[in-house]
């Protein structure tokens, strides 16, 4: 059961289901597993209650999730020229997440906002926000249960690899008994597990995993081993024949050492003088907080933020307050 507060709006997010005719779909620059599914998903269902659908992002869907039916029909734009009834925005804190592909104020008569994040904003007319929900996926079978519409197997397979996906195969903190509740009615829609986990998580690409050893070649243990730092710079995207979007999984490897309890990968981009800075943590130690100081945002034990400089002037301000957030 979805929380007290948010049954109100799951309502209300159907009544503006059923009394529209045209939809827009979208979610937060570099979409992963979980906006891309709950694109896919929402525009399955919105299709079958005979609605037109639009699915849109101003930066492509990365090649692992390609597998997911449906994907070929979501757009890569910068901005959209048509208008719609409703706007469904997934996983934004605010519309330039999105890269404000729409207006949301000219281009949609009504605006609904989902997100699960702890950086969240109600910029929406409707705006189902849930805090205690594994992910956007996980939120989206409470309107498929409001609306009383079975899921089909695609539905199922897609809202399985969102939940799957943001909670680290259901390991991460954010997996509670609710969102394997919901995974198992998943499962008996027939999702097939073990082929979804062997897709996204049984195979690397060979440059993805000659990127991961040069990252770790720059493993570095700070604040009594507490702290890990890895490194990628432009050079080893190129030495490896890799790119940005293959650095996923590397800020995970520095929490594999016992002793820490945070771990941050600074990377350079190809924007010039722009780097990425990712943070993961555990315990007590909350990156969301951390990652915010400087701009950015996520969850308590996930986030990252964007600085601008060389990467040794972002490691330069960012390890005195990673410092500072271990002991808070
Ligand atoms: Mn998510």
Same mark, same amino acid.
């Given at each position: 059961?979805?929380?007290?507060?948010?049954?109100?709006?799951?309502?209300?997010?159907?009544?503006?289901?059923?009394?529209?005719?045209?939809?827009?779909?979208?979610?937060?620059?570099?979409?992963?597993?979980?906006?891309?599914?709950?694109?896919?998903?929402?525009?399955?269902?919105?299709?079958?209650?005979?609605?037109?659908?639009?699915?849109?992002?101003?930066?492509?869907?990365?090649?692992?999730?390609?597998?997911?039916?449906?994907?070929?029909?979501?757009?890569?734009?910068?901005?959209?020229?048509?208008?719609?009834?409703?706007?469904?925005?997934?996983?934004?804190?605010?519309?330039?997440?999105?890269?404000?592909?729409?207006?949301?104020?000219?281009?949609?008569?009504?605006?609904?906002?989902?997100?699960?994040?702890?950086?969240?904003?109600?910029?929406?007319?409707?705006?189902?926000?849930?805090?205690?929900?594994?992910?956007?996926?996980?939120?989206?079978?409470?309107?498929?249960?409001?609306?009383?519409?079975?899921?089909?197997?695609?539905?199922?397979?897609?809202?399985?690899?969102?939940?799957?996906?943001?909670?680290?195969?259901?390991?991460?903190?954010? *997996?509670?008994? +609710?969102?394997?509740?919901?995974? /198992?009615?998943?499962?008996?829609?027939? #999702?097939? =597990?073990?082929? %979804?986990? $062997?897709?996204?998580?049984?195979?690397?690409?060979?440059?993805?995993?000659?990127?991961?050893?040069?990252?770790?070649?720059?493993?570095?243990?700070?604040?009594?081993?507490?702290?890990?730092?890895?490194?990628?710079?432009?050079?080893?995207?190129?030495?490896?024949?890799?790119?940005?979007?293959?650095?996923?999984?590397?800020?995970?490897?520095?929490?594999?050492?016992?002793?820490?309890?945070?771990?941050?990968?600074?990377?350079? *981009?190809?924007? +010039?003088?722009?780097?990425?800075? /990712?943070?993961?943590?555990?315990?007590? #130690?909350? =990156?969301?907080? %951390?990652? $915010?100081?400087?701009?950015?945002?996520?969850?308590?034990?996930?986030?990252?933020?964007?600085?601008?400089?060389?990467?040794?002037?972002?490691?330069?301000?960012?390890?005195?307050?990673?410092?500072?957030?271990?002991?808070?």
């Amino acid at each position: 059961m979805p929380p007290k507060q948010n049954r109100k709006v799951i309502r209300a997010i159907c009544r503006a289901i059923q009394k529209n005719r045209t939809f827009f779909l979208t979610g937060h620059k570099k979409p992963d597993g979980d906006t891309v599914a709950s694109e896919l998903a929402m525009a399955s269902l919105l299709k079958r209650l005979g609605k037109k659908v639009d699915i849109a992002n101003a930066e492509p869907a990365p090649d692992y999730l390609s597998f997911l039916p449906g994907i070929q029909k979501i757009k890569t734009a910068k901005k959209v020229d048509r208008c719609y009834d409703v706007a469904m925005i997934f996983e934004c804190s605010d519309t330039e997440r999105m890269g404000n592909i729409l207006d949301i104020r000219k281009q949609a008569k009504t605006v609904i906002n989902i997100d699960h994040h702890l950086k969240h904003s109600f910029f929406g007319h409707l705006n189902l926000i849930g805090l205690t929900s594994s992910s956007n996926s996980e939120q989206l079978y409470y309107i498929y249960d409001a609306l009383k519409m079975p899921i089909l197997k695609e539905e199922a397979t897609c809202l399985y690899v969102g939940m799957m996906t943001d909670t680290g195969r259901f390991q991460y903190s954010n *997996t509670n008994p +609710e969102t394997l509740w919901i995974a /198992s009615k998943l499962l008996e829609k027939g #999702v097939e =597990v073990h082929t %979804l986990c $062997e897709k996204i998580y049984g195979t690397k690409t060979f440059s993805s995993l000659k990127l991961l050893s040069r990252a770790l070649l720059s493993l570095h243990l700070i604040e009594k081993d507490q702290i890990a730092t890895l490194q990628i710079t432009k050079d080893d995207y190129k030495l490896a024949g890799s790119n940005e979007e293959e650095t996923e999984d590397i800020v995970n490897q520095g929490l594999l050492v016992p002793s820490t309890l945070m771990a941050i990968l600074f990377r350079e *981009t190809e924007t +010039e003088n722009t780097v990425k800075v /990712s943070f993961r943590s555990r315990r007590h #130690v909350n =990156v969301c907080a %951390l990652a $915010e100081r400087f701009g950015g945002g996520g969850h308590k034990y996930a986030s990252g933020c964007e600085i601008s400089g060389s990467l040794q002037n972002a490691m330069q301000s960012v390890l005195p307050q990673a410092r500072k957030a271990l002991k808070n």
